[in-house]
């Protein structure tokens, strides 16, 4: 079946299997050590669980990567067939290359502003992927989150991960005085405000959801959540011998609530 480009979206090849296209990824970022031995083992089984949900629910349809960073998800859902549009406030150089060459359509955007993607209508995607984006969201993630409900089509799939609050080595943390949010140094430091706007900083958390929590958030934008998962970071080589080892016996665990540092949301839109 030939995949007709929609909101100016061009295939740039034909498409190929997930595991091709992480080849073809990995060989682009092979000028990166810290996306090739860290980012990438931690985050793998995350990449691939978005990729064979997207698959499951609408294979070869639309999609809009929220807060695509250096692009690795849009591309990859790109080379798996879908018509892929992404959007941040960042602009790192080696993102155009992998987005031509994905046929990816990348849209400019504050995710803190109030009027968001006045370019896209109602109903565009068959697949929206928010990934480890709503914690740095500091104005408005329900004004987020609504907007993005809009814009996906009655049944389409919004998939959502972030960390994971309420775990017992954040409860161990809090209660040894070590618990603090992930970039709290720049939280400190750094202005929220410049001209009348919110400034987007990726190093920063500004709050990190229980499950519960994000539940709500999202059934309050008139989605239905079908599951919730947890897990872990990967394993890679810089972590010590002692923490690998703990990881590999305790998987299980650590794909659960009380253990897990992620949790991972399926949800839908009600027709």
Not at 6 to 22: D, F, M, R
Not at 45 to 58: G, P, T, V
Not at 237 to 255: E, N, Y
């Amino acid at each position: 079946m030939q995949l007709r480009p929609k909101l100016g979206v061009k295939i740039a090849n034909e498409p190929v299997t997930y595991s091709e296209a992480v080849q073809e990824l990995l060989k682009s970022f092979s000028a990166n050590p810290w996306f090739i031995h860290e980012y990438w083992p931690m985050n793998e089984e995350r990449m691939a669980m978005i990729i064979r949900d997207a698959n499951a629910h609408a294979p070869g349809g639309t999609a809009f990567e929220v807060g695509c960073g250096v692009g690795h998800i849009a591309y990859l859902l790109g080379r798996c067939g879908y018509r892929v549009s992404a959007t941040d406030a960042s602009r790192p150089p080696e993102r155009n290359a992998l987005f031509e060459r994905a046929g990816v359509r990348f849209l400019p955007s504050n995710l803190n502003d109030l009027e968001l993607f006045p370019e896209l209508a109602p109903h565009s995607f068959d697949v929206i992927v928010l990934g480890e984006v709503i914690e740095h969201i500091l104005n408005h993630p329900f004004g987020l989150v609504k907007r993005l409900a809009e814009l996906l089509r009655p049944g389409g799939l919004m998939i959502v991960d972030t960390p994971n609050a309420c775990t017992l080595w954040n409860g161990w943390r809090m209660i040894t005085n070590k618990y603090s949010l992930w970039g709290t140094h720049h939280f400190i430091h750094e202005p929220k405000l410049k001209d009348g706007k919110v400034i987007s900083i990726g190093e920063i958390h500004y709050h990190e959801y229980s499950p519960a929590e994000l539940r709500g958030l999202l059934e309050s934008a008139g989605l239905t959540v079908l599951t919730t998962r947890f897990l872990p970071c990967g394993i890679y080589d810089s972590q010590s011998w002692a923490k690998r080892t703990a990881k590999r016996l305790l998987w299980p665990l650590l794909h659960t609530r009380l253990f897990g540092a992620g949790q991972y949301i399926l949800a839908t839109k009600r027709s």
